[in-house]
């Protein structure tokens, strides 16, 4: 089977995320429109009902490198966010958020959904930062 090249990849990405998450929790797009290298996105997450993100609206900065999908893209928050897998720069730590190892089949979209579920199973991250605050 052949791997997809790298700008194919992310150009269905981008049709992808230009539809959104089915149920609108979810969005992603590029950062600026005239990247032609297809490196720098942002996303939006909308917090989960039921658990200490309800109804706020988390920013993250995506950044697919050259060696992408073989490797994973790097997210960091922007918005201020206390939950265990999210360092204290925002930085996203992949591996406590993926239910299994990244592999190339993988999408931007299935991280930010992980990350999604993650929220909404979160317990013991009652105490939250203001809301708009960023890091």
């Not at 950062?31 to 032609?36: A, L, N, V």
């Not at 706020?56 to 201020?80: A, D, K, N």
Request: proline share 7%; hydrophobic share 30%; with cysteine.
């Amino acid at each position: 089977m052949a791997d997809i090249p790298r700008n194919f990849k992310l150009l269905q990405e981008l049709e992808d995320g230009e539809k959104g998450s089915e149920d609108g929790t979810i969005s992603w797009g590029l950062e600026q429109d005239d990247d032609m290298t297809l490196s720098k996105w942002n996303a939006t997450i909308l917090g989960p009902p039921n658990c200490p993100y309800e109804s706020r609206i988390y920013s993250l900065h995506i950044e697919c490198g050259p060696h992408y999908p073989l490797q994973p893209p790097t997210l960091r928050f922007r918005t201020r966010i206390n939950i265990g897998f999210v360092g204290s720069n925002g930085q996203v730590n992949l591996k406590d958020v993926l239910p299994r190892q990244w592999t190339k089949k993988m999408a931007i979209k299935d991280i930010l959904k992980a990350i999604y579920y993650a929220m909404q199973k979160a317990k013991g991250y009652s105490h939250q930062p203001q809301e708009g605050a960023m890091y």
